[in-house]
């Protein structure tokens, strides 16, 4: 018999045990030596971790700016990603400033992407066996376990921009989501502070969505207003 992406109830629980199986392996593949490879903070990442402890501690980054969109880098460097910065503040503020709390946000977003992952292709699709596929091998995917050991910015862009592809589809497709534009507005704004690729690949995503769903986007044109309306105040 065909799983569909109503699949009766004994079917749906075996599928989300496959589905923490898989984030649990995947966890524990990204932990192994994660103290010692790789072996130190490269400037990149001693710079979020500084910014984000700078931030935690006085409200301004480690040049004295108070709140920055974009954080200033060292010396002669510009910026860096806020974004990933902000994400790092709870971890060094709350456990302190280390090797270890600077890069645990690259981390938890790796892993929120692979739930990410999975209802994004299962709805798309349709089926949860392709969406369960799909999220095992993005989390066995080498690129993608490198990624979650670095404060890197490199981690946040897959997650956003599939997040946004989530959202959006949800709320152009479907009745009980399409309250969700506020959400699919917050992300999308806040998409903008990962880097500057971002300034043209989030509304491309959004642009390509709404002509894939062009009729839909045409019935939900005030929830699609109103998400951007969110995003541009962000």
């Not at 480690?62 to 954080?71: D, N, S, W, Y």
């Not at 992407?113 to 993005?138: A, D, P, Q, W, Y």
């Not at 946004?164 to 903008?192: E, N, Q, R």
Request: proline share 4%; glycine share 6%.
């Amino acid at each position: 018999t065909e799983l569909s992406f109503s699949p009766s109830e004994k079917q749906a629980k075996i599928i989300y045990i496959i589905l923490l199986a898989i984030i649990f392996i995947s966890l524990f593949l990204r932990l192994m030596f994660y103290n010692q490879n790789p072996p130190a903070l490269n400037q990149d990442e001693a710079m979020h971790g500084v910014n984000a402890y700078s931030v935690s501690k006085t409200l301004k980054d480690h040049r004295g700016f108070l709140l920055p969109a974009q954080m200033h880098g060292f010396g002669n460097i510009g910026f860096v990603s806020s974004l990933y910065t902000y994400l790092t503040i709870p971890f060094v503020g709350i456990f302190g400033l280390s090797e270890t709390t600077t890069r645990l946000a690259a981390l938890f977003i790796n892993l929120a992407l692979l739930v990410v992952v999975f209802f994004l292709t299962s709805r798309f699709f349709k089926n949860k066996i392709i969406g369960l596929l799909t999220t095992g091998l993005v989390g066995l995917n080498p690129w993608h376990l490198h990624y979650s050991r670095i404060a890197h910015e490199a981690t946040l862009g897959p997650f956003f921009y599939l997040f946004i592809c989530l959202l959006f589809y949800l709320v152009l497709t479907t009745d009980t989501y399409k309250k969700l534009f506020p959400v699919a507005g917050i992300i999308l704004g806040l998409s903008f502070y990962i880097y500057q690729v971002a300034w043209g690949m989030s509304p491309l995503i959004v642009i390509l969505l709404c002509g894939l769903f062009f009729k839909e986007s045409l019935k939900r044109y005030k929830e699609l207003l109103m998400a951007f309306g969110i995003a541009f105040i962000i």
